[in-house]
């Protein structure tokens, strides 16, 4: 049977956290693991109301086949949004719709990765594009990272040794997952110029940037260089429902364009159901709103976490944390002689959870960090998971 398979499935590999999510998924554990948003923020009294509404006024168009791009008429509501949140002047040809970022990401990879070509990304990264890259056969060449994102320095070297080989650079600058770091606006130019010499696309994936705690928002990359070789990724899973599995890609026509008909072999069009809905949601104003509310929920659950890690964690050289302006997450760093993959098993046995930090590196390395979540959990399930997690790095110091 396996000589039936492709090699793209067997290039495929199965998330970590799914495979973690077995463990952790039982009575007692306070997961610190998935990249939840808090249940209590689904708006769901507004989400019926616009549903039964779109029953009775627009049932055809919610429940037929859509355009493979997405509809007209939400895709010019983004734009909407997009010009003023972040200056973007874009038009609806720029924007395809996709079932959440990561389709998103799959659709980026099939477009433009074949099979043996080097791309460069952030160190530590997302866990889920480096699974999709890895099974489109993509060399991932991590990049290291530090307060104010990726080093460009570091980056500069590498490019400087593979030059044009090089095809594309996948970044997440704001409030980055797994880090919660943002890249610092100087960086970002840098990015754009060495994408521009070395003529290699940057893909900015940007799930969490409207979710800022404090401080100012940098510019987006897309703002900086313009379309012609920034594909920016936007989604609705954090700051409305993941379970519309909605999102949406901006690029320039020439690359919306080849994508589209690439999608169209996918899944033929993104739900026009869900489509609808979130334009109702933005249109009425409620969009702006839930994010306040989110923002102020989560600014309070990542302060107690910060407070909890404080009070409880022990003071030892090269043990220390993040601190996120914005986002669902955090990292921690411990003595590099401190096995993170190992003492998970140990925190299971406390009842607390994180994800290894080696799942986020495209090199296998890390196996000292790993990554909470702060939005899911509640206040006093944080306070006490920090309190059990703190004993157990406690257990592990030489």
Request: aromatic share 10%.
């Amino acid at each position: 049977m396996k000589r039936l398979f492709s090699s793209v499935t067997d290039r495929t590999k199965s998330s970590i956290i799914r495979e973690l999510l077995k463990l952790i998924n039982r009575q007692g554990v306070i997961s610190f693991a998935g990249g939840l948003p808090a249940p209590d923020t689904f708006p769901v009294a507004l989400i019926q109301s616009i549903i039964a509404d779109l029953l009775k006024t627009n049932a055809v168009t919610a429940l037929q086949y859509g355009p493979t791009s997405g509809l007209e008429e939400f895709r010019h509501e983004l734009c909407l949004m997009l010009r003023a949140r972040e200056g973007l002047d874009i038009s609806a040809d720029n924007i395809i719709v996709t079932a959440s970022s990561q389709q998103g990401l799959d659709l980026i990879s099939r477009s433009f990765i074949d099979k043996g070509d080097r791309i460069v990304m952030e160190l530590p990264s997302y866990i889920g594009a480096i699974q999709v890259f890895h099974s489109y056969g993509a060399d991932m060449i991590g990049i290291k990272s530090d307060g104010e994102g990726i080093d460009t320095g570091h980056l500069e070297k590498v490019l400087a040794r593979y030059g044009k080989r090089t095809k594309l650079m996948y970044v997440v600058p704001d409030f980055q997952n797994p880090s919660g770091l943002t890249m610092s606006v100087e960086r970002r130019s840098r990015l754009v110029a060495l994408a521009e010499k070395y003529g290699m696309l940057i893909v900015e994936d940007s799930p969490y940037r409207q979710l800022r705690f404090e401080g100012t928002a940098p510019e987006m990359i897309h703002r900086i260089a313009g379309s012609d070789n920034v594909i920016s990724l936007f989604t609705f899973s954090k700051t409305l429902a993941p379970g519309f599995r909605l999102g949406y890609i901006v690029a320039s026509k020439k690359i919306t364009g080849a994508m589209t008909i690439i999608k169209q072999s996918m899944d033929l069009c993104t739900s026009p159901f869900n489509q609808l809905i979130a334009m109702e949601f933005i249109r009425r104003g409620y969009y702006d709103a839930h994010i306040d509310l989110i923002i102020n929920k989560y600014r309070n659950k990542r302060d107690v976490m910060l407070e909890s890690l404080e009070k409880f964690m022990p003071r030892t050289e090269g043990l220390y944390w993040t601190r996120p302006e914005g986002g669902l997450f955090l990292w921690v760093v411990l003595p590099e002689y401190i096995d993170a993959d190992r003492m998970f098993y140990q925190a299971i046995e406390k009842n607390v959870a994180y994800v290894i930090g080696s799942a986020f590196h495209c090199n296998n390395k890390g196996r000292n960090t790993f990554r909470m979540n702060f939005s899911y959990s509640s206040e006093d399930e944080i306070q006490e998971g920090i309190k059990r997690l703190a004993q157990v790095v406690r257990s592990n110091i030489r």
